[in-house]
């Protein structure tokens, strides 16, 4: 039989194949509230503005709520040959409260109601990311509270670089969960418009009132344009965008994780909550949690980069391809709340082995540069002479198998005469990080300083 929705013109029903490629039920059932939400709306709108009646907009509006609740116990009858959300959510009404129900759809087309549906989703997702990277932030800040003096090593290509310290890396992670914060925030703030109105397309002859039903829906006013109101995802974009970026640097963190739990390294204790064993060997306790967010930014990029594809040859306006929006946008965002999940509880437990980063940051010569400064400073050596003599001292003690601070005073005063027994001072990782006092250096005062900035902002109203 033909579709009762839209079959006035079709003397036969679709295939059974044509129905399972062109349904979107299946997935976008998730739109439900945000649905109904819309339509409850738009119903209140249509009575205020004279186009329908006030009975018939209450007996809409209270349907719907029964529909609502159907659906919440899980007693609605989904039905694929509906094809979607919206055409299953309207033939319920029907069934409902009758006759009214077809007045429904006036003013409205599926196609600015799945922007409006899609948009206000998306929306929740924004706010749903925001804290959840403030709780993360909070974990990292916790962290470097503790350690805001524990030295560690810094690297550079994975080499040891200087001594830094354990609060300030924890610290460079709340500036990229910061930048991801105001990137969703931003996001939420230019996707807040409201497509509901503008029809198919052209918008409508009705004396509708958009900025009523925008307001009703907590957007800060109507879209402009109805042709860009329902051919832009460009809000789901920038939600995916932000997203691949989060997952990003949850990606690179988790990296750090299976590195510093490693055997080789033992910089962090992960706790048992956030570990597994191995079936053979027994004195395995693997880091599947952060291998698992490690590999989940790939999902989450997948996503983006699907839908940018499906939307980027699209002529204007609505075209049928962006139905696949919402599986990728769906994706992506259940895999980034788990992740920030997942992170925050791995950070709040882990616990870093003081003792392990302390020897490591005394090792690989990772005072070179102090020495090297020490000689510019004290000698007024020009700062490439201090490194190629400071270089000289590495090459002596490496041969020696040891660090720089056991080299003798006379060993290094045979490379340059000048050398004096305070330079020792210099060459302990202690000294090191707490003279790298310049704004946003590793030293234990800035540090401090940055965690009560951000403290201040998280606090904000
Ligand atoms: N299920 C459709 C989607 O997700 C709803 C819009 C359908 N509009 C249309 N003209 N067929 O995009």
Redesign the pocket.
């Known amino acids: 039989a033909a579709n009762a929705m839209w079959g006035g013109r079709f003397a036969a029903g679709p295939d059974a194949i044509m129905q399972a490629i062109n349904a979107?039920i299946g997935f976008?059932k998730r739109l439900y509230a945000q649905d109904i939400a819309g339509s409850r709306a738009h119903a209140a709108m249509l009575a205020a503005t004279g186009i329908l009646s006030d009975t018939d907009a209450k007996a809409i509006g209270e349907g719907l709520l029964t529909v609502l609740s159907e659906i919440e116990t899980g007693v609605f009858p989904f039905r694929v040959d509906l094809?979607?959300i919206?055409m299953n959510v309207e033939a319920r009404l029907k069934e409902v409260i009758g006759a009214p129900a077809g007045r429904l759809h006036t003013a409205r087309?599926?196609?600015d109601q799945?922007a409006v549906d899609f948009r206000l989703w998306v929306r929740d997702q924004c706010d749903a990311a925001i804290s959840g990277i403030q709780a993360l932030i909070s974990a990292f800040l916790a962290q470097a509270e503790a350690g805001a003096d524990w030295v560690m090593p810094g690297f550079t290509h994975l080499q040891t670089a200087q001594p830094v310290t354990w609060g300030h890396h924890m610290m460079a992670y709340v500036e990229m969960l910061g930048r991801d914060l105001s990137r969703f925030r931003d996001a939420r703030a230019r996707m807040n418009e409201c497509p509901l109105g503008a029809a198919a397309l052209a918008g409508t002859s009705f004396p509708i009132d958009r900025f009523m039903t925008a307001a009703a829906l907590g957007f800060d006013r109507p879209t402009a344009n109805s042709l860009d109101s329902v051919s832009d995802r460009d809000f789901a974009l920038e939600f995916l965008s932000a997203s691949s970026i989060c997952a990003l640097h949850l990606s690179r963190f988790a990296e750090e994780l299976v590195i510093w739990s490693s055997a080789q390294f033992r910089f962090v204790v992960l706790s048992d909550r956030w570990t597994t064993g191995s079936s053979i060997m027994p004195q395995k306790k693997n880091p599947d949690a952060a291998e698992l967010l490690r590999a989940k930014m790939g999902r989450i990029l997948g996503a983006t980069v699907a839908l940018f594809t499906v939307m980027k040859g699209l002529p204007l306006t609505?075209s049928?391809d962006?139905?696949e929006d919402?599986e990728q946008v769906f994706d992506a965002a259940d895999t980034l709340m788990l992740g920030l999940a997942a992170m925050t509880g791995m950070v709040g437990d882990m616990t870093a082995n003081r003792a392990s980063i302390a020897a490591a940051a005394a090792s690989g010569f990772s005072t070179a540069t102090d020495l090297a400064d020490w000689l510019v400073r004290e000698l007024g050596l020009p700062f490439r002479d201090a490194h190629h003599i400071t270089g000289t001292l590495v090459a002596m003690a490496e041969q020696q198998g040891c660090d720089l601070p056991d080299l003798t005073l006379e060993q290094m005063q045979s490379v340059h005469d000048g050398i004096r027994h305070d330079v020792f001072a210099v060459l302990g990782v202690e000294n090191s990080v707490r003279s790298r006092t310049s704004y946003g250096g590793t030293a234990p005062d800035q540090v401090r300083a940055q965690i009560r900035r951000w403290k201040d902002i998280l606090d904000a109203p």
Do not use: I
Request: cysteine-free; aromatic content about 8%.
């Open positions: 979107s976008d094809e979607d919206h087309s599926r196609n799945v609505y049928k962006m139905q919402k």
